[in-house]
């Protein structure tokens, strides 16, 4: 692997991205147009409502990227839309409509919409609650908004359950794959320049690099989300797949916590800040402002193991089958030879690291000096936070 720029997600890709998290590659974009359309012919030419309007509202309303969010959606709707005209009729009939009548229907139908859990639709039983009690002298228009609400959401329904469904599951390996192969460039650009000894000048950049990857596991979870919402109605096999890249970016997400402690682990070794990774209570004092101590010896090396790891591992992501045994065994020899890099270069730094309670022992302090150091008043990244 060279070492090459890091590779940046541009705009257009992260505009790319949020469109096909929320619209689905177009699908959920086309579903909701020909429900919409659907319902207002149905709605106005073969039954002859006289205000078909609230039926492709409705429609629009319900549409949602996979089959399985709609279906669940549209019966959150349809249970809002019936339970608000009844309550809206039942306390225009005893209250009659007045000020404290939409007082009374708004908090009920929160609450109600709230305690039978009905999600982005938790409003629905108030609002159409005081829609029917506003138009409580319009005989019937409790039952037009059911009729034509309730058109609008089975169409809406049926429409997403029989037009094809995007690739979620393709879009959810590509994220996952193009991540963790730029885990992978950043490992080996560490690698690159602890190898030719411009480390020093390059870790700062490592850092930011590190959050930006952490940053963008949630178009992976999403895209990941989606995929597993779209394989809920469908085949053993597609379900297998989405679990296995569940799994993935939970492992992604544990990785990318480990990348920003690497990066930051080499960036104070080079005590840019002016201070030592410990004892903040004096950073004045010359004698805690030592020379930048040198790289651990191997540590290049070990780097470039895992880089190549990862980059198989990124392989690995992008396939829609089950991997064969032999690309498995394949990752087990790269894990095994980095785990033996590991661990030379480990003890020849101290042949304590070869007892794990003293390794886990020095993780433990570590994390409490990064807690100082973050909760540092005068000297700590986020001093604007204790003005």
Same mark, same amino acid.
């Given at each position: 692997?060279?070492g090459?720029?890091?590779?940046?997600?541009?705009?257009?890709?992260?505009?790319a991205a949020r469109?096909?998290?929320g619209?689905?590659?177009?699908?959920?974009?086309?579903?909701?147009v020909?429900?919409?359309?659907?319902?207002?012919?149905?709605?106005?030419d073969?039954?002859?409502?006289p205000q078909?309007?609230?039926?492709?509202?409705?429609?629009?309303l319900?549409a949602?990227a996979?089959a399985?969010?709609t279906?669940?959606?549209?019966?959150?709707?349809?249970a809002?839309?019936?339970?608000?005209?009844?309550?809206g009729?039942?306390?225009?009939a005893l209250?009659?409509?007045?000020?404290?009548?939409v007082?009374?229907?708004?908090?009920?139908?929160?609450?109600?919409?709230?305690?039978?859990r009905?999600?982005?639709?938790?409003?629905?039983?108030?609002m159409?609650?005081?829609?029917?009690v506003?138009?409580?002298?319009?005989l019937?228009?409790?039952?037009?908004?059911i009729e034509?609400n309730?058109?609008?959401?089975?169409?809406?329904?049926?429409?997403a359950?029989f037009?094809p469904?995007?690739?979620?599951?393709?879009?959810?390996?590509?994220?996952?794959?193009r %991540?963790?192969? +730029?885990? =992978?460039? #950043?490992l080996?650009?560490?690698?690159?320049?602890l190898?030719?000894?411009?480390?020093?000048? !390059?870790?700062g950049?490592?850092?930011r690099?590190a959050?930006?990857l952490?940053s963008?596991?949630?178009?992976?979870r999403?895209?990941?989300r989606q995929?597993h919402?779209?394989?809920?109605?469908?085949t053993?096999t597609g379900?297998?797949?989405?679990a296995?890249?569940?799994?993935?970016?939970a492992a992604?997400?544990?990785?990318?916590h480990?990348?920003?402690?690497i990066?930051?682990?080499?960036?104070?070794l080079t005590?840019r800040e002016?201070r030592?990774?410990?004892?903040?209570?004096d950073?004045r004092d010359?004698v805690?402002?030592?020379?930048?101590?040198?790289a651990?010896a191997?540590?290049?090396a %070990?780097l470039? +193991?895992? =880089?190549? #790891?990862?980059?198989?591992?990124a392989?690995h992501?992008?396939?829609?089958?089950?991997?064969? !045994?032999?690309?498995?065994?394949?990752?087990r020899?790269?894990?095994?030879?980095?785990e033996?890099?590991?661990?030379?270069?480990a003890?020849?730094?101290?042949?304590?690291y070869g007892?794990?309670?003293?390794?886990c022992?020095?993780?433990?302090?570590?994390d409490?000096r990064k807690?100082l150091?973050?909760?540092?008043l005068?000297?700590?990244?986020?001093?604007s936070?204790?003005r």
């Amino acid at each position: 692997m060279s070492g090459s720029p890091h590779p940046t997600v541009s705009a257009p890709r992260r505009l790319a991205a949020r469109a096909a998290a929320g619209l689905g590659d177009g699908n959920t974009l086309l579903k909701t147009v020909i429900a919409a359309t659907l319902s207002w012919w149905i709605a106005a030419d073969l039954i002859d409502l006289p205000q078909p309007v609230l039926a492709p509202v409705g429609a629009i309303l319900v549409a949602q990227a996979t089959a399985y969010a709609t279906a669940r959606k549209s019966f959150q709707r349809a249970a809002g839309i019936v339970g608000g005209v009844l309550l809206g009729a039942a306390a225009a009939a005893l209250v009659g409509a007045g000020l404290a009548t939409v007082f009374l229907v708004t908090l009920i139908g929160m609450v109600a919409g709230r305690l039978l859990r009905l999600g982005s639709q938790t409003h629905q039983i108030a609002m159409t609650a005081v829609l029917v009690v506003g138009s409580s002298e319009q005989l019937g228009y409790g039952t037009a908004r059911i009729e034509e609400n309730v058109l609008g959401v089975l169409v809406g329904t049926a429409v997403a359950l029989f037009v094809p469904t995007a690739g979620f599951t393709r879009r959810a390996r590509e994220e996952t794959s193009r %991540l963790t192969r +730029d885990m =992978a460039a #950043l490992l080996d650009a560490m690698s690159q320049g602890l190898a030719d000894g411009t480390w020093t000048g !390059e870790a700062g950049d490592w850092v930011r690099r590190a959050r930006g990857l952490s940053s963008r596991l949630d178009l992976v979870r999403s895209a990941v989300r989606q995929a597993h919402e779209a394989a809920r109605w469908r085949t053993r096999t597609g379900a297998e797949a989405v679990a296995r890249l569940a799994e993935a970016s939970a492992a992604l997400e544990h990785v990318s916590h480990q990348l920003r402690g690497i990066a930051r682990g080499l960036y104070n070794l080079t005590f840019r800040e002016g201070r030592p990774p410990a004892l903040h209570w004096d950073q004045r004092d010359p004698v805690l402002r030592p020379e930048p101590a040198p790289a651990p010896a191997g540590l290049d090396a %070990l780097l470039g +193991d895992l =880089a190549r #790891l990862v980059t198989e591992i990124a392989d690995h992501h992008i396939a829609a089958e089950r991997p064969a !045994e032999d690309r498995r065994e394949r990752l087990r020899h790269l894990q095994g030879g980095a785990e033996a890099r590991f661990l030379a270069t480990a003890l020849a730094q101290s042949p304590a690291y070869g007892q794990w309670r003293v390794l886990c022992t020095a993780g433990i302090l570590e994390d409490a000096r990064k807690v100082l150091h973050e909760l540092d008043l005068d000297h700590g990244p986020h001093p604007s936070a204790f003005r």
